[in-house]
């Protein structure tokens, strides 16, 4: 069911459009419990972003570890004039998952005549307060919103949307968090919701030294730590949780054979806790699995791209090569 609010509403007024698809929400205390009852133990990173959480990790990208965003900007910094190209004028930037205000007005500002903005996002108050407030600042824009889950696909045709080429905007290294097939399939319901001439700009992590990406996610302030660990602040508080986070430590591993960074808890001494009233217990040393952030090479990008049914037509990486972004556009074989 989908609810769409045209034009002026009294609720959203700076707002062409809301559309709200009512996706289901998460359910913390069954997928917590899951996770704790499994071998090993996880937690899904989805509920790291309380806005405790959110403002912690606000403050690990601007850390001297943490060269994610700081090394995005300054490469949409760089190759905005050719962005403007492929694009062309009258473009129309569509942004499931929105992110950084910042990262979306460097695109915007780089492109030609863009027509319109649409942000895409699961939390519908963060989502509306984010736009509203970008149309303020962009009032030529035709600004929208979709409150839905975007690793569902995208469902655009019904929108007022103007017309113009569809940029889907995907930075960060979000394509990451996924495992593989996982990738694969967000990246495949962005395709099938594609047209012949739209195209997709998206970050990727790049695979680099571990020391360089171990440090990245265990910086030496330790607010990834404290990040990590307010998952365990939010289970006591949200879910009846009695983990002592004093007896846990953040840690941060490269895992060469999955290519990817995994964020754990460990327990510094064996402890029993509850959760929801049901009875868990930590052996010294067992871990919490939190989180992955996969990294890519050129390569590997290329080849999960193009399982998806992508070509990629253009990437750029900063000189260190630590981050790249890629151009890609539906195969019209796929």
């Avoid at 405790?52 to 995005?72: K, N």
């Avoid at 129309?92 to 780089?110: H, N, T």
């Avoid at 027509?115 to 307060?129: C, M, P, W």
Wanted: contains cysteine; charged residues 20%.
């Amino acid at each position: 069911m989908t609810d769409l609010t045209l034009g002026q509403s009294p609720v959203h007024a700076a707002l062409d459009f809301f559309d709200d698809q009512h996706p289901p929400a998460g359910d913390f205390l069954r997928d917590v419990l899951t996770g704790l009852a499994a071998t090993p133990k996880s937690i899904p990173p989805v509920y790291f972003y309380d806005a405790a959480g959110s403002a912690l990790f606000d403050q690990i990208t601007g850390l001297p570890e943490y060269y994610v965003t700081r090394t995005e900007l300054a490469l949409l910094d760089r190759i905005g004039p050719e962005l403007a190209d492929l694009a062309g004028p009258g473009a129309v930037v569509i942004e499931p998952g929105s992110g950084s205000s910042v990262k979306i007005r460097k695109l915007l500002d780089a492109l030609d005549s863009p027509a319109g903005y649409v942000g895409l996002d699961i939390s519908g108050e963060h989502l509306i307060a984010a736009c509203e407030e970008l149309a303020r600042d962009y009032p030529d824009l035709h600004t929208g919103a979709i409150c839905a889950d975007f690793t569902t696909g995208l469902s655009l045709d019904h929108l007022p949307l103007p017309q113009g080429r569809r940029i889907l905007f995907f930075p960060g290294s979000t394509i990451g968090n996924f495992e593989p097939d996982a990738a694969r399939d967000v990246l495949a319901g962005f395709r099938q919701g594609m047209r012949a001439g739209d195209a997709i700009l998206i970050g990727a992590d790049r695979v680099k030294s571990p020391a360089t990406l171990e440090a990245a996610y265990d910086d030496a302030q330790g607010v990834t730590a404290a990040f990590n660990l307010n998952l365990v602040d939010r289970i006591n508080a949200e879910l009846k949780g009695t983990l002592d986070p004093s007896q846990l430590k953040h840690v941060s591993v490269w895992n060469a054979d999955k290519s990817r960074i995994e964020m754990h808890l460990e327990a510094l001494e064996p402890q029993k806790f509850e959760v929801g009233g049901q009875a868990f217990s930590l052996a010294r040393g067992e871990r919490i699995h939190t989180e992955n952030s996969h990294k890519f090479t050129p390569e590997s990008f290329q080849t999960l791209a193009r399982s998806a049914g992508f070509d990629v037509l253009r990437s750029w990486s900063d000189p260190a090569e630590l981050f790249s972004l890629h151009w890609l556009e539906p195969n019209a074989k796929a």
